[in-house]
């Protein structure tokens, strides 16, 4: 997810206060979550956003300021055969996958298991380096603000997603890199994210999902992965389809046939290409990554120094001039009445996802689709936004 420009955010404020203006008031039972005809009115509101995106299926989940989770579920996780979305539906969230994997990032950075300042050639074994700063090392705390100069528009999308092809290659072709010094500008980059992947797995001598579920996924109790075939029952999985305005979804995303593939070995020079989009959560875990985002204490998976870091603005930090936005967070203020949200959108294979938190009021919004009509407004989705701006309008009645 790219950072919003001014004038961005003003567009973006203008079509949220007008989403909340179309919401009826809402109100609390007793038990502090939303009363029966508060949820019927969200979850109508929800509909028909989703039916303006033709959206197969969807789950939203608004977290509460007084610590209750909300969970709305739409339409279908599949096709053929055609499954309900549930609240035991996994949906991929793509580059919401970033964010995720920061949080183990910074959990081992704690144990001194890696360091977010070195030269991440000590971690590889083989020297990293701009061909335009060879001077300049490259380190994690680059890559987790997308400023290490790496680019998706050289060999990645083609010779990277060949069966063979190392991180090593990749990183190693001019056309890998921006022309300009690391740290110096924020450029969005999945190889970046791909290879700080590579990187905690050459720092823990692990694979990443093993270091994802040691450090956040069990921590926080939630069903999640970054290997489809680690989710049982595999029927839970939703596909993910290509929504187009006048014609039948296509499937892109086929998770039954992902979970069935064999076992791969181990091979962190491979494993590039798992950490930038790959992970899968229900709505349950949704709601505790909010949650974690949100916190003030790490809820036992990071220190309180660590989760600020996180979302606070990277600008200034050890060899970053400008990033604009945290670790693999980027930040939406002035969008929505009463909150600055810090968080990450995720688009990939016709799904949307979204996972924004405001720590100063300790709640969120998240979404999973399992595919939507895809319009852009930048930085972010139509449809993901509307549902954001419906979710923090909510929100906005009880903070």
């Known amino acids: 997810m790219k950072n919003a420009t001014p004038n961005e955010r003003s567009a973006l404020r203008a079509r949220a206060d007008k989403i909340a203006r179309t919401l009826a008031p809402l109100s609390l039972g007793e038990d502090g979550r939303l009363s029966e005809d508060s949820r019927r009115a969200l979850s109508e509101q929800a509909q028909r956003i989703l039916r303006r995106y033709r959206a197969v299926g969807a789950s939203l989940v608004l977290c509460l300021p007084g610590g ?10 599949r096709l053929k055969p055609e499954r309900p979305v549930t609240p035991d539906t996994c949906f991929r969230i793509a580059s919401v996958s970033k964010l995720v994997m920061t949080f183990a990032a910074l959990s081992l950075a704690e144990d001194g ?8 050639s000590s971690y590889l074994g083989y020297r990293v380096r701009s061909p335009y700063a060879p001077d300049i090392p490259i380190t994690l ?17 083609t010779r990277g997603m060949e069966p063979g092809c190392a991180l090593r290659e990749l990183l190693d ?10 740290g110096d500008s924020f450029h969005y980059s999945n190889l970046g994210a791909g290879a700080a992947g590579v990187v905690m797995e050459r720092a823990a001598g692990l694979p990443f999902d093993t270091i994802l579920k040691a450090r956040v996924f069990d921590p926080l109790a939630i069903r999640a992965s970054y290997d489809p075939r680690s989710i049982a029952p595999p029927g839970d999985l939703a596909d993910g389809y290509s929504v187009r305005a006048l014609f039948p979804p296509r499937l892109r995303y086929d998770a039954a046939m992902l979970a ?18 790959r992970m899968i959560t229900d709505s349950r875990g949704m709601a505790q990554l909010i949650r974690l985002l949100a916190s003030r204490d790490g809820m036992g998976v990071l220190s309180p120094s660590s989760i600020n870091a996180m979302r606070a603005c990277q600008d200034g930090a050890p060899g970053i001039s400008s990033c604009g936005r945290g670790l693999n967070t980027a930040f939406l203020p002035d969008v929505f009445a009463g909150f600055s949200p810090v968080g990450h959108q995720g688009v990939a294979y016709g799904m949307c996802a979204e ?4 720590p100063a009021k300790g709640c969120g919004v998240g979404l999973m689709t399992s595919g939507v009509r895809l319009v852009r407004q930048p930085p972010l989705m139509l449809a993901g936004f ?11 009645q009880f903070c």
């Open 68 to 77: 209750q989770d909300e969970a709305f579920f739409f339409g279908r996780a």
């Open 173 to 182: 072709a001019q056309e890998s890199w921006r022309a300009a010094a690391p």
């Open 260 to 277: 069935a593939r064999p076992p791969e070995p181990f091979d962190p020079e491979r494993d590039y290409l798992i950490a930038a989009g």
């Open 113 to 120: 298991i890696l360091d977010p300042d070195s030269d991440i």
């Open 141 to 157: 705390r680059m890559l987790l603000t997308h400023t290490s100069g790496i680019t998706d528009d050289g060999p990645y999308g």
């Open 386 to 396: 509307d549902l954001l701006a419906l979710g923090f309008a909510a929100l906005g």
């Open 355 to 358: 996972l924004f938190s405001d």
